[in-house]
Every structure is written in structure tokens, then in C-alpha cells.
């Protein structure tokens, strides 16, 4: 598994991005994956996870973010609405081995968010 996150960018608050991170497979990806995202000098923290199509969200990205996968299952998606400059962070996507580890074992490097 290889984790490639892409879409990041500069944008107005109010505005969207889709962030998108590929797992480097022609079939299914792994089944436990998430968005976390960090910002320069804080601890990385959650944004999304997804479980077998059962996503769940922070208190801060509810309502606002959307975690999915795309049709083959292979590439994550984190539809991000009506961001603030609060949401400017690098986001990372992550995946589990199998879904019962407490550990996030794969890490995609990372792509910049900015609001302003």
C-alpha cells in the first residue's frame, strides 16, 4: 500500500477542495482509512475515518466534510465545504492493516490546506 494525497490548495473561507488519496492498487484499498491533518508545531490530529463504508467525523469536520471512497475502493476522498482558517493544515491520509489494529500503519506524505 502506497498513499498518495493530492488536491490540496489555497482558497477563500466559505470555499471547498477535494482532497483525493490514491492507495497504489487496481483493486480494493484497504478497508480502515482516515484523514488526519496537522498543523506546523501542534500534534496531528483526526479529521475522518471510514470502516467498510461507515465513516464518522470530528466534532469539527461534521457537517461540513465528507470521507468516501471512490467506486473501485482504491482511492480515498475527503470532500471538505464551507472551509475556515481554522481547517489550514497539512492533511494526511492513513489506512490500517487489518481493521482491528490500533495502529494507523501506512502514511501517505501529506498535502497543504489553506483558508484565508
Known amino acids: 500500500v502506497q498513499l498518495v494525497e493530492s488536491g490540496g490548495g489555497s482558497v477563500q473561507a466559505g470555499g471547498r477542495l477535494r482532497l483525493s488519496c490514491t492507495t497504489g492498487?487496481?483493486?480494493?484499498?484497504?478497508?480502515?482509512m482516515a484523514w488526519f491533518r496537522q498543523v506546523s508545531g501542534k500534534e496531528r490530529e483526526g479529521v475522518a475515518t471510514?470502516?467498510?463504508?461507515?465513516?464518522d467525523y470530528t466534532d469539527s469536520a461534521r457537517g461540513r466534510f465528507t470521507i468516501s471512497k471512490d467506486s473501485l475502493r482504491t482511492t480515498l476522498i475527503l470532500q471538505m465545504n464551507n472551509l475556515a482558517p481554522d481547517d489550514t493544515a497539512v492533511y494526511y491520509c492513513?489506512?490500517?492493516?487489518?481493521?482491528?489494529?490500533?495502529?494507523?500503519?501506512?502514511w501517505g506524505q501529506g498535502t497543504q490546506v489553506t483558508v484565508s
Open positions: 492498487r487496481s483493486r480494493t484499498g484497504p478497508a480502515c
Open positions: 471510514i470502516d467498510h463504508g461507515a465513516s
Open positions: 492513513a489506512a490500517k492493516r487489518q481493521c482491528g489494529d490500533p495502529e494507523w500503519y501506512y
